[in-house]
């Protein structure tokens, strides 16, 4: 006969083992939580100009991540073209992906266009504004003026990373290409974009700074 007794250590059994799946369900939703998502935003030099698909930078920097044990997803954000105007007017529907951290590459494009550095500065100031408004760790990664574009002119632009960096309190990466930029065996025929060893090259020069960003969050 089933008495109310067992009835009753019959419904606890049952509520026990309802609260460990519930409690196992919520650490396995939050453990998927948990992966970081990394955002690396910016021009071709972040699109992979000229590169066979899977080989541009945000994908041998997942590779490069995924080695070194980090549970991190790599968003590629970059438009071929543009500009730190383009940036500032697409950053909001970028953001929509919701990452954790990000990585800024734009100005090589105002460069290419003799854009006034002034500009350049407001519009990343204002891209940075926003991200500070959202909690979002940034890595500023800075560009440097060729000197065809006359002293003056590459004192105005290559201050514009250190000082931004100083202003916001950011993680810098001095100069995106350094290393590559220049050097005919890693960049493509252009001479502007650099090839698959060339971002290699990149990785691994920017991975220890990638690295502090991902460990503020």
Same mark, same amino acid.
Do not use: E, T
């Given at each position: 006969m089933f008495s109310a007794k067992?009835?009753?250590? !019959?419904s606890a059994q049952r509520l026990l083992t309802f609260a460990a799946a519930a409690v196992m369900l919520m650490a396995s939703l939050s453990g998927a939580a948990a992966q970081q998502k990394l955002m690396v935003y910016g021009d071709s030099l972040v699109a992979g100009y000229g590169l066979d698909a899977g080989l541009g930078f945000p994908e041998q920097l997942q590779s490069a991540l995924t080695a070194a044990g980090r549970d991190i997803r790599v968003l590629n954000a970059g438009v071929s073209g543009d500009t730190t105007a383009g940036g500032l007017a697409r950053l909001d529907w970028a953001l929509a992906d919701r990452p954790d951290a990000i990585i800024i590459v734009l100005g090589g494009n105002d460069l290419l266009r003799g854009l006034n550095p002034a500009q350049t500065r407001d519009n990343l100031r204002a891209m940075l504004t926003r991200l500070r408004m959202q909690d979002i760790a940034v890595l500023l990664c &800075?560009? @440097? !003026? #060729?000197?065809? @574009? &006359? #002293?003056?002119y590459r004192q105005q632009f290559d201050s514009i990373y250190p000082d931004l960096a100083t202003e916001f309190g950011l993680e810098l990466y001095p100069f995106f290409l350094e290393g590559v930029a220049l050097n005919p065996r890693l960049n493509l025929l252009d001479g502007l974009h650099p090839n698959t060893q060339g971002v290699a090259a990149i990785t691994t020069n920017i991975l220890p700074y990638v690295t502090r960003l991902l460990d503020k969050e």
């Open positions: 067992n009835f009753c250590q !019959a &800075g560009m @440097l !003026a #060729p000197v065809n @574009l &006359g #002293p003056d």
